[in-house]
């Protein structure tokens, strides 16, 4: 079975300075990806970054990057040169590849990130 | 871009009532996926749909059921509605079955913005 871990419930970040939420995962899937996705207080979930299991290099998106080490099953996310605006829920997940619908995402139980001024 | 479209935004109802929530997906996109959120919890899994057809199945209560229709968009049917039933439903759509010619595959899923359902 597949399973998402985020040990962090709360963070907190000065404006500006970097932040890495942590994620670890399980699976059997030989064939998986990871996700990180953003939700606001309004909401919407927000698609941030996207690593697969193959990829050889960790995968950025502007001020997103994933630190992904497969050995240790972890997927963290770090995210640099904070802004107010990052102030918001963040959720890893996980899905495995396989032909057809059979791709549900697994969310961890997320990180309330709070980044003060 | 066109994005997951999902109607109503926002829905209140009684308990024992039916309630029913629409997703159009991104044009082209094969697979629809419904997610269920409570207050304070983790998208939690429902139900999806490939090609029109039902691929799998997680939590969802046999109180509801879902359909994709002929146009790819899909309806989320539930009746007999519980307290426990309040929540934001999420619609997400992904093209699991890309052709040659598109641009590198992040499978990503797409959500939609959510229907706020509160049930009184």
């Known amino acids: 079975a597949q399973k998402i871990t985020q040990t962090q419930p709360g963070m907190f970040v000065q404006e500006k300075e970097a932040v890495t939420l942590d994620c670890t995962y399980d699976t059997s899937d030989p064939s998986y990806g990871l996700f990180w996705y953003k939700q606001p207080s309004s909401g919407e979930m927000i698609f941030l970054i996207y690593?697969?299991?193959?990829?050889?290099q960790n995968a950025t998106e502007g001020r997103y990057s994933l630190n992904f080490q497969k050995a240790r099953k972890s997927a963290n996310l770090v995210i640099s040169a904070s802004q107010l605006g990052d102030s918001a829920m963040y959720f890893c997940?996980?899905?495995?590849?396989?032909?057809?619908?059979?791709?549900?995402?697994?969310f961890g139980a997320g990180t309330r990130l709070a980044v003060h001024p | 871009a066109a994005g997951v479209i999902q109607s109503p935004r926002h829905l209140i109802k009684e308990k024992r009532e039916t309630a029913t929530l629409k997703c159009y997906p991104i044009p082209r996109h094969d697979t629809v996926y419904w997610y269920q959120q409570g207050p304070g919890q983790d998208p939690q899994f429902l139900i999806s749909?490939?090609?029109?057809?039902?691929?799998d199945k997680g939590s969802i209560p046999d109180r509801f059921s879902a359909q994709q229709f002929s146009d790819y968009h899909s309806e989320l049917n539930m009746s007999s509605l519980e307290l426990g039933d309040s929540a934001l439903y999420f619609c997400a759509s992904s093209l699991e079955a890309p052709e040659s010619g598109d641009r590198p595959y992040s499978y990503e899923q797409y959500f939609g913005p959510g229907t706020r359902l509160t049930v009184t």
């Open positions: 997940a996980m899905r495995g590849i396989f032909s057809g619908g059979y791709n549900k995402l697994i």
């Open positions: 749909f490939y090609e029109k057809m039902q691929s």
């Open positions: 690593q697969g299991s193959y990829d050889q």
